[in-house]
């Protein structure tokens, strides 16, 4: 099993910056893709960002280029999400996400085979 560990979530203002961690134990894979969704209170849980084994591919959901960048320290088996220029429509859980594998589906929940608890963001108006 994998165990998903998230942290960094918190309260701030709309404009400010957080940067989440997910930090994986147990057992690990070569080459697998680490993801981050997110899920508002009363929607589906949605794709933010994902990243190749060698991070040398990224994706993003629209509503986040430009502003959250995603990254991976495979040394440290954790993956990061620095988030700038927070709006408050980003306020949800996140949740990181392991995919055993390639790169395909990176942006679909049901690809993903491993989940985090989630960490709290709520951005302020």
């Known amino acids: 099993q994998v165990q998903l560990v998230e942290s960094g979530g918190g309260l701030v203002q709309a404009g400010g910056s957080l940067r989440l961690s997910c930090a994986a134990s147990g057992r690990t894979f070569s080459n697998y893709v680490m993801g981050w969704f997110r899920q508002a209170p009363g929607k589906e849980r949605e794709f933010v960002a994902a990243?190749?084994?060698?991070?040398?591919?990224?994706r993003y959901t629209d509503s986040v280029k430009g502003r959250f960048t995603i990254s991976r320290d495979n040394a440290k088996n954790t993956v990061y999400l620095q988030m700038n220029s927070l709006k408050p429509e980003d306020t949800a859980v996140y949740y990181c996400?392991?995919?055993?594998?390639?790169?395909?589906?990176?942006?679909?929940?049901?690809?993903?085979?491993?989940w985090g608890q989630g960490t709290q963001v709520t951005v302020s108006s």
């Open positions: 996400a392991l995919k055993n594998g390639g790169v395909f589906s990176i942006s679909y929940y049901s690809a993903y085979d491993f």
């Open positions: 990243i190749s084994w060698s991070g040398g591919i990224t």
